[in-house]
């Protein structure tokens, strides 16, 4: 069975602080693994990422994967309170008819001013 | 711009009611989906469908169906609505093949089973 695990579950820093957000996964054939920001309402897309090592940036945040090691981070610089989320964390399997995700529970942050 | 509507953002209903989740997207997506979302347990998928008139169960399709009867169109039912069935409930829609893993949201509906 296909699991996702992302840590910490939960973080609260102060704006301007740099976090980093950690997925980690486990599936049968991997083909993508992508980020999601959630706010008060459905997520939207961050990133999708397919290959290890190459980084994929916007603005503040960039996340990489390690298809070894397999997991990804998710890192956030200079925060800022909008940044304030839950962070999904999914991963698509090749298997299936249709592109269904597999998600892990999320990462909430939380910015302080 | 990508759309993906859902019918109610807030819905109350009672135990033993049926209820009817619709979902519609412009985007000419074959992939449609539903998840539910719960605290502490993140999204889990319901149903999806690849097609028209098809469709595959999710991680937990016990006591829901779907039906896809239009491309842009997949709806999830309740067949007897109970309390464990309070959730928010997302539909996404994607492009299938291996280029395409976006999946594209609605806002949600809450759902309260009273």
């Known amino acids: 069975e296909d699991k996702v695990v992302q840590s910490p579950l939960s973080l609260v820093v102060h704006e301007g602080d740099t976090v980093t957000l950690n997925c980690s996964y486990e599936v049968t054939n991997f083909r993508s693994l992508l980020w999601y920001k959630q706010e008060k309402k459905a997520p939207t897309f961050l990133f999708m990422l397919?290959?290890?090592?190459i980084e994929k940036k916007s603005g503040r945040l960039s996340s990489i994967l390690d298809k070894k090691e397999l997991f990804s981070i998710l890192n956030i610089t200079a925060t800022q309170t909008g940044d304030s989320a839950v962070y999904l964390c999914?991963?698509?399997?090749?298997?299936?008819?249709?592109?269904?995700?597999?998600f892990g529970k999320g990462t909430h942050l939380i910015i302080q001013p | 711009d990508v759309k993906v509507t859902q019918s109610s953002r807030y819905l109350v209903k009672r135990t033993g009611e049926k209820v009817f989740l619709e979902c519609v997207q412009d985007m000419d997506h074959e992939n449609m989906f539903w998840y539910r979302q719960d605290p502490g347990l993140g999204l889990r998928l319901i149903y999806f469908?690849?097609?028209?008139?098809?469709?595959e169960k999710g991680d937990i399709p016990e006591g829901y169906s779907v039906s896809r009867e239009k491309k842009e169109r997949f709806s999830l039912i309740l067949e007897s609505a109970s309390t464990n069935q309070t959730s928010m409930y997302l539909c996404?829609?994607?492009?299938?093949?291996?280029?395409?893993?976006?999946?594209?949201f609605g806002p949600g509906t809450r759902l309260t089973v009273l």
């Open positions: 996404a829609s994607s492009f299938p093949g291996s280029s395409y893993n976006e999946q594209f």
């Open positions: 397919t290959s290890s090592g």
């Open positions: 999914a991963v698509a399997d090749s298997g299936g008819g249709a592109d269904g995700l597999t």
């Open positions: 469908s690849y097609d028209v008139k098809m469709k």
